[in-house]
């Protein structure tokens, strides 16, 4: 069946520094990716996605690029803040027509000043 | 527009209860999934609504488990009776169209002790 697997956490990380979180994906099929997020006390959020090949999806200064050669969709941001403090899921929907997700384990990000 | 509301946010139970959890969607967003997050493990699709029908169950562990979602507005998923290994955050999403993102709610932390 689908999977995604992503880093370990918690990554920590001072202000400012730059953020790569690893995810890869095996999944029959096309399917669509997706970077969640959950702050502190609150629900998960769509932070981006892509949904082919070389998509890039961008957000709030977050990027990740759909690699289908290396079936990875890394998340990055090049200058963190204290407010980026969250859980990190790297997801999939596996195109079959609904939005069904398969996340991975999640990681924690503890940005300090 | 309101989001996806879920009640309790949290419940402590012992092994053997009941418990009921709620869920309501959007209004107007046909779609709602329900997720659940054991401690320290991915995210795991339970089941998908369309509307007051199950499009899809296969992720509901077994059947002490029992969702419905009468009249196409708010869901609810009970455990009965729960075990040990049911603690966990459940989550609730809703769309509104199939392939769209998710909405999700902020989830309800159950504790079976």
């Known amino acids: 069946g689908d999977s995604v697997t992503q880093m370990e956490g918690p990554v920590t990380l001072s202000e400012e520094a730059f953020l790569t979180i690893n995810c890869t994906y095996t999944a029959t099929g096309y399917p669509s990716l997706f970077w969640y997020v959950q702050y502190p006390g609150e629900g998960l959020q769509l932070l981006l996605k892509?949904?082919?090949?070389?998509d890039k999806g961008s957000n709030k200064g977050f990027e990740a690029t759909y690699r289908k050669e290396t079936t990875s969709f890394h998340l990055e941001k090049g200058s963190v803040q204290v407010s980026d403090s969250a859980v990190y899921f790297c997801a999939l929907s596996d195109g079959s027509g609904y939005s069904t997700l398969t996340f991975g384990k999640g990681t924690m990000l503890l940005v300090s000043p | 527009e309101a989001g996806v509301t879920q009640f309790p946010s949290h419940s402590v139970i012992e092994k053997g209860q009941t418990v009921t959890l709620r869920c309501d969607p959007i209004?107007?967003?046909?779609?709602l999934y329900w997720y659940r997050r054991v401690m320290g493990k991915e995210i795991k699709f339970l089941l998908h609504?369309?509307?007051?029908?199950?499009?899809?169950e296969s992720g509901m562990p077994n059947n002490r488990f029992l969702a419905e979602r009468t009249g196409g507005t708010y869901s609810t998923l009970k455990v009965q009776p729960a075990e040990l290994e049911d603690s966990g955050v459940y989550f609730c999403a809703s769309s509104p169209f199939a392939n769209s993102p998710l909405h999700f709610g902020n989830g309800t932390r159950l504790t079976v002790t």
């Open positions: 209004s107007g967003h046909d779609n």
């Open positions: 609504f369309v509307k007051e029908s199950k499009q899809d």
């Open positions: 892509a949904t082919k090949a070389d």
